[in-house]
Every structure is written in C-alpha cells, then in structure tokens.
C-alpha cells in the first residue's frame, strides 16, 4: 500500500478535494491519491448542503468569492448538462419584509450586476405573487441564474473522471500523521501510509488542523456552525414553487433560512446557524470537549461573540423552539404553520474564524512549500468548486513542477 509515490496527495473527499483532482487529472496530472477519512465521499459538508447553486448575488465584487461564484456556476451547469445529472436553472425570489431592508436590497441587487448577472429583476410588492403565490413581503428581487442539484452525484461524476484518469482515491484513511522525508511527504493514518511529493489539504471542518498538523499555521481557526432543516409534508410543498429567501444580514456570513426545492423532490426549510460545540455534530446533543475547548480558548471566539452575541442566542433559541423557527418562515411564507413541517437534516459549516474576532469571508488558500492549504472555502464552494479546483491546480502545476502526460493512461 505504502510503496508507490504520488505527484500529489489531496486530504479530503469532499467537492473542493474532488474538484482539485479532477482539474489536476483534466490537465494531464494522473499520479494522484485523494485521501477521505470517512467510508464514502461527500460525507461531510458537501453533502449535507441545500443543493443551490448560487449565482454570485451576495459576494464583494472582485472577491474569491464572486469570481469564483459566477465562472463556477456555469461551468457546473454545463458539466451537469454534459453528464447527464439532474439540475434546474429555476432561479430565486429574495423577498424584503421590512422597509429596513430595502437599502440592503439595493445593495444586493448592485452587487448582482457588478458581478455580472444577467438575469435580476427588482419587483413590487404585487409582483412577488407572479413568481411564488404564497409569498408576502414589500419588494423583491428575482434571480434567475440560481439553481439547484444534488452535490453528492456530481461528487460521484468527479470522482468516476478521477479514476478514468488514473488517480486513485482512498476512503477510510483519515491523515493522522505527517512527516518530511527528503522530498517526499509521508502521510499516516491508523496501520496505513500515502506517500506524496506534494500535497493539497482540502479538509474542510478540520483543514486548519491538517495545516497544523503540516507544521503551517493557519492564522485562523475553524468554528462549527450547524444549520437545521425542517422539511414540508408532502401536502403543502404547493407553497414554495422554487426558492425563497430573506435579505440577509450583510454583517452576518449566513444567508438566513429559507425555502429550497430540491431536485430529488421536496422543499426544505433552513438551515440556520447554530454554534456546534462538535465539529462534526450533527445533533443538538453533539459535544466534544476538545472541539468545544478548543475554540473557548481561542481570543477570536470571545471578540466574535461580543459582536454577535444577541444574533447567537436567537439562533440557538430557533433551534430549541419549532414556533420560533416557523415564525422566521413566516415572515416569507404566512400561510406556513407548525404541521406543515417535519424536522429534516443537518449540516456543519466550516467557518473560518481570526485571533481578532473577524469571520473571514472569502475563501482562503495558503501556499507553503510543496503543499497548498484551502483553509476556509464556506458557501458558495460547492457552487464554484470547478473554478476552485481549476485555481488550486493551478498553483499546483506552478509550484510543484508537476509531470503532465498528453495522453489519458489506459
Ligand atoms: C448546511 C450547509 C448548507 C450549504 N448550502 C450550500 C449551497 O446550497 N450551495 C453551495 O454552493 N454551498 C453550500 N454550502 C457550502 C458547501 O457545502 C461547502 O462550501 C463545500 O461543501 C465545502 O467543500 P469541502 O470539500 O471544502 O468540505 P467537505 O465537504 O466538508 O469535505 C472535507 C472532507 O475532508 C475530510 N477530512 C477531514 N479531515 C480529514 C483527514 N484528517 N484525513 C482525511 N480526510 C479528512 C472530511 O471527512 C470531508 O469529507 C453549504 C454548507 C452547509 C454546511
């Protein structure tokens, strides 16, 4: 298992990892191992996410984000097209409920264009009806470039690309260990070794500490943020046609919830944003004493809370109160009551947080010698995980003087 020597190892099986080593593969890169600590791919985020693909609204124009965002979105329409796996272009309504929030309207609807959408139109209250009966509010913009898809079977067509090409990937081998050994990285999990010339760490909830583990410091730590769902019963998914959304707070990282029709069927209602004291804790009972030490310790946890305090404690107050939670809903959606939804999912967020108390907002990726580290790639990645991929294989190709064969191995 331990002999062979790969160009690259890539920690992490999920969207941004897989994207990574299907561009290397796509630019003629096969000697390749992506290393997935979990029995399946996706298993974490990726797979846990409300299936959008996002159309660039909400990010500064300019940013990692945006650029990303907008190339990703439609090089992920055209890679489905080309696959063959479901999607709908069936765009968004942002609804304003609250005449404070029409300037952020505003902002939002300028950030559209500078980003280049091209398919925005601001509506009248009267207006709204025309593309979501149900709904209720002072004004809205509709998006038309908005999405959705199923992350884990296009995670399942990057990986059948990875393979076809030559690049191996290993589930079940979570990176415990790390060692420099002349030019060659060894990576250890329990009784197996990956030997690698270069590496990408792409390990999303824990890729802080795999740069650590690197012996990089990440100049930030990941903070868990759960988001929950409630699903609509069957009999009332004629509420939502497509997907609703809230203006969302500019100084807050997450959206607010929402309404998401989902392309296997059904209509979800979330997520919101509950601090997890796990990692990986998908329940409200999920603890860990390391992960929840971890961050108390951390200065940027106690300045982020100063700022965010009262925002935090409605969340967690939504989480624990289905009344709350409908009541968020049915600023939206009047007509939505307490029997119409059923607890659904939950994910985690990475979100990466710096010893200042500041929520990074676009995406990161730091480079160190033969490896590159994408410390906070938080929504939209799954969106722009094409471009992200095609940008950290970039680095790669220039910094690691990679071996690219023309021809695909047999
Ligand atoms: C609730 C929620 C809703 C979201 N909605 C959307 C949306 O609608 N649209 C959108 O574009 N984005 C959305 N996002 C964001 C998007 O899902 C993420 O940005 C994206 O999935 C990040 O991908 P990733 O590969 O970086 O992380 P992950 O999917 O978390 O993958 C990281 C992988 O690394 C593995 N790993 C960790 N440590 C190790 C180790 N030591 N060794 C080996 N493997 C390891 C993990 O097991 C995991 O599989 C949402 C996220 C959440 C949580």
Known sequence: MGERIYDVGIIGGGIVGLATAMALVKAGVHSIVVLEAEDKLAAHQTGNNSGVIHSGLYYKPGSLKALNCVAGREALYRFCAEQGIAHQACGKLVVATRPDELAALDALEKKGVANGLKKLRRLGASELKEYEPHVAGIAGLWVGETGIVDYTKVCDAYAAIIRAGGGEIRLNFRVKGFARDGGELRLSSDGDEARCRSLVNCAGLQSDRVARLCGVKPGLQIIPFRGEYYELVPGRHDLVRNLIYPVPDPNFPFLGVHFTRMIGGGVEAGPNAVLAFKRHGYRKTSFSLRDAAQFALYPGFWAMGLKFWKMGLGEFYRSFSKGAFVRALQRLVPEIQPDDLVPGGAGVRAQALEANGFLVDDF??????????????????????????????????????????????S
């Open 364 to 409: 990161r990726i730091r480079e160190a010698e033969r490896m590159v580290h994408v410390l906070n790639a938080p929504s939209p990645a799954a969106t722009a995980s094409i471009s992200i991929g095609e940008s950290i294989a970039a680095i790669a190709l220039k910094n690691f003087a990679l071996e690219r064969q023309q021809k695909e191995p």
